[in-house]
């Protein structure tokens, strides 16, 4: 892909040397089952454990409180934290759930499956990537027994303001458990359970330079103390019994190392995402001013959201293929259903709005030379399309 310019970083991330090179050295060294007994066995488990302190460690201040449970993607891990949550106690039956209408497909999704089971789920509007506290406040009561908020939108970048959506639901349902899909901001912002104050927080490897894979739960130690989350995945008892499988050591290895460097480089690859942003921004304005970007009140610094004036995210997406650039229409996942994207829509866009709209999203790798191309394309894009719909 060297010849191509990868603005997709929301989709996937380009695996960095240290991930590959752990990643060899647990399939070539330390490749034993951890929960073997003998010597290679013990090999693989303290390589296992301590991927898991360092990964632990990137969850910020409080993370102590809580461990980490590894699985094989993002998805896994927020359908464990929900589905295995919510169904854990008979007592639970028919309560009240909590989430946002900007969810990813597997927080959403889960969310079905637990309105088929008989809970009440409601969705908090988040017009403009704002979490609205109002109507929160009204729907937070003391049925409420499960709420899970997203850090950051993957389509349009949007910031939300999880602390504040915890204290509204604790302030109604004091034992209320709180989960947060933090895959998009994991790395680029503080997700702690310190400051978020939320009991589980998911993320996943291939957004920080990890292989394809792994994911990880942290969980509170007091819910796991309260069995108030039951195992998802049955089996052998691995990683506490928590979700069975043999772990995948290769990939946690490799995405221990990515958050290792990423927690190394975290406060200059910030500053200077947050810069190429800004000249992204500028730069797609000065040169395609009928574009508008859609601007979260938040956001993190790798995610754009611009809609096209009248053309529609896929044949942008295959003009700009054409020229070797790597944009996607709203999400991986959305573009593939076909359908408009129901968090444009619900951050305000019209249905129409929500076809025309590509998502470019950068990443520590992209260059300002990169926004470059890409924005000079963006305007030959526009303008040709355009005068072919004369
Ligand atoms: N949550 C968000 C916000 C995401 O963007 C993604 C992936 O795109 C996921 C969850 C799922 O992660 P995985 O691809 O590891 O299943």
Redesign the pocket.
Known sequence: MRDFIYLDN??TTRPCEAATEAAKRAMTEEWGNPSSVYSAGGEARRALERDREIVRSAFGAGAKDGRVIFTA???EA?NTAILGTVTAKSRNRGGRVLTTDSE?P?VARAMERLEQLGYEVLCVPTAGGVIDEAALSELANERVIFASF?TAN?ETGALYDVAAAVRTVRAASPKAIVHT?A??AFLKTDISPKKTGVDMICV?A?KVNAPKGT?ALWVRESVIRSKDLAPYILGGGQEGGMRSGTENTAGIAAFAAAVAEGIALADVRREELESLRAYALDEISRRVPEVRVNRPARAIAGVISLTLPGIRSETALNFLNSRGIFVSAG??CSARSGKASSVLRAFGLTEREADCTVRVSLGHENRREDIDRFAAALADGVASLQRMKK
Do not use: I, K, P
Request: aromatic share 0%; net charge negative.
């Open positions: 929301a989709a993607s993002g998805t927020n990813h597997s997203m993957n899909d895959v998009q996943s291939h994911g999400s991986a």
